[in-house]
């Protein structure tokens, strides 16, 4: 029998961000494999089909006992947050198959957490935008600083994702320093954490007061406004440059 593997985007968080295109690729799917956060978000949608769930950072693994049940002939699913092609696991995927690969593999584009956290803030990205993660486990700090001037200094609106975690915390406030030598202090800065979770938190602050939100965690997306970035009650907007 030929296996198939489907890398499925499971969204921000709620069921109702899940597109009916993932939905259709799980039920379809006998084989479950992710990250054991995600799998509770979809606990009603993998009941009874067998489940691979591994803990965070073991990202080689989940991608590698993926590839090796589609390999033995099942259906299966691998489950990534957010879109699987955005910092998630497609790209893992792909690597580790081989040129000649026969193994059928779908991705599934789901909602980012970009897009996810700009809809609770109004409409930050309108305009030109940049997305840069603060994680130096897989990136050179250096080449990460130096994404920012130069986003900073191209008047990107800019999103952080991997803003901080507990021992990672230099980059955070690195950030607001690197924005700063080209941008106003009086910048919107929109900041969510857990989107669309039930602990969800939403708040717009500038950028001189970036570095004081100290609750900024790894479930955290940071949207930094361009020059043209205004508040307008409690919404962010990027004028477009409609006349009105
Ligand atoms: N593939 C995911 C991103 C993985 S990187 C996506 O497309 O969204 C992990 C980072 O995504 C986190 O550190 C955080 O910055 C962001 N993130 C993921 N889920 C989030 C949520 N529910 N609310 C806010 N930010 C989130």
Redo the contacts with the bound molecule.
């Keep these: 029998m030929k296996g198939k593997l489907t890398i499925v985007s499971t969204g921000?968080?709620i069921r109702e961000h899940i597109t009916p295109a993932a939905v259709k690729a799980i039920s379809e799917c006998d084989v479950i494999v992710g990250y054991k956060t995600y799998l509770e978000f979809i606990e009603e949608l993998i009941e009874g089909k067998k489940i691979i769930s591994t803990g965070m950072r073991q990202e080689v693994d989940r991608c590698s006992a993926a590839i090796k049940e589609a390999r033995n002939g099942n259906f299966v699913s691998l489950i990534?947050?957010?879109?699987?092609g955005?910092?998630?696991l497609a790209g893992l995927v792909l690597e580790l198959l081989t040129e000649s690969e026969k193994l059928s593999v779908n991705i599934v584009p789901g909602v980012?957490?970009a897009t996810a956290?700009a809809a609770l803030l109004g409409a930050p990205l309108t305009h030109d935008f940049a997305v840069i993660s603060l994680s130096n486990l897989l990136t050179e700090s250096d080449l990460i600083k130096k994404r920012l001037r130069l986003a900073a200094e191209g008047d990107f609106v800019t999103v952080l994702?991997?803003?901080k975690s507990k021992k990672r915390t230099e980059l955070f406030f690195d950030t607001a320093k690197i924005f700063l030598k080209s941008r106003s202090p009086i910048t919107p800065v929109g900041l969510?954490?857990?989107?669309?979770?039930e602990s969800q938190s939403i708040k717009i602050t500038t950028l001189v007061e970036l570095k004081n939100e100290d609750w900024v965690d790894?479930?955290?997306?940071i949207v930094i406004g361009n020059s043209q970035t205004i508040v307008s009650g409690k919404r962010m907007i990027t004028p477009r440059g409609y006349r009105i």
């Design positions: 921000p968080g990534s947050g957010g879109d699987a955005v910092y998630g980012t957490s956290c994702y991997n803003p969510v954490r857990n989107a669309y979770r790894m479930r955290t997306t």
